[in-house]
C-alpha cells in the first residue's frame, strides 16, 4: 500500500462525512483529542515518577556502617 496523498486523504473525509455526518465525525475527533491528551499526560506522569526515583535514590550515597566499624 502506497503512501497516502492530498487527494486520497480528501476523498476519505468525503466518504466519512457522507456515512456519518459532520455531528458525529466531530464528536468522534473529539473524543480522539481526549485520548492523546491523556496518553501524553500519562506518558509525563510516568517519566516523572521514575525521574523521581532515580532522584531518591541518588541522595542516600553513603555507605551504611556496621557497629564494628571505627569512624575516623
Given at each position: 500500500?502506497?503512501?497516502?496523498g492530498?487527494?486520497?486523504i480528501?476523498?476519505?473525509?468525503?466518504?466519512?462525512?457522507?456515512?456519518f455526518?459532520?455531528?458525529?465525525?466531530s464528536?468522534l475527533?473529539?473524543?480522539?483529542?481526549?485520548?492523546?491528551?491523556a496518553?501524553?499526560?500519562?506518558?509525563?506522569?510516568?517519566?516523572d515518577?521514575?525521574?523521581?526515583q532515580?532522584?531518591?535514590?541518588?541522595?542516600?550515597?553513603?555507605?551504611e556502617?556496621?557497629?564494628d566499624?571505627k569512624?575516623?
Amino acid at each position: 500500500m502506497g503512501r497516502f496523498g492530498i487527494t486520497e486523504i480528501l476523498i476519505i473525509g468525503v466518504v466519512l462525512l457522507v456515512l456519518f455526518g459532520r455531528g458525529k465525525v466531530s464528536s468522534l475527533m473529539g473524543e480522539v483529542g481526549k485520548g492523546i491528551t491523556a496518553f501524553k499526560r500519562g506518558v509525563k506522569d510516568g517519566s516523572d515518577e521514575i525521574e523521581q526515583q532515580k532522584a531518591a535514590e541518588a541522595r542516600d550515597v553513603t555507605p551504611e556502617t556496621t557497629p564494628d566499624q571505627k569512624k575516623v
